[in-house]
Nanobody, 119 residues
Framework: QVQVMESGGGTVEAGSSLRLSCVVS????????MGWYRQAPGKQRELVAL???????RYENSVKGRFTISRSTAQNSVSLQMDRLEPEDTAVYFC?????????????WGQGTQVTVSS
């Protein structure tokens, strides 16, 4: 059974920084792409940043240059360093991971962590 545990959300002022962390646990877990999505009130969930198993990262346009994603494949973890936060970044952030098996690739999600940025 795969568990996805996030931490690091909170309430900060615009211009501040936060770091989100996510650890995935489970027996014989092999991770594929890992990353972060977010969902603001009244909006659809959107990709924030994703990093492949080989370390190639991609970002949503509005966070480029402000957010940095990193992962440890050995530790099955992924982090998101968020700098120069803006009120528009306010959302619930969800950790996402692929699980690669011999049968198929599965998707797993965390329960979400709230990030609130005040102006």
């Amino acid at each position: 059974q795969v568990q996805v545990m996030e931490s690091g959300g909170g309430t900060v002022e615009a211009g501040s920084s936060l770091r989100l962390s996510c650890v995935v646990s489970g027996t014989s877990f092999t991770g594929g792409a890992m990353g972060w999505y977010r969902q603001a009130p009244g909006k659809q969930r959107e990709l924030v940043a994703l990093v492949s198993r080989s370390g190639i990262a991609r970002y949503e346009n509005s966070v480029k240059g402000r957010f940095t994603i990193s992962r440890s494949t050995a530790q099955n973890s992924v982090s998101l360093q968020m700098d120069r936060l803006e009120p528009e970044d306010t959302a619930v952030y969800f950790c996402y991971t692929e699980q690669i098996t011999t049968i198929a690739t599965y998707e797993h999600w965390g329960q979400g962590t709230q990030v609130t940025v005040s102006s």
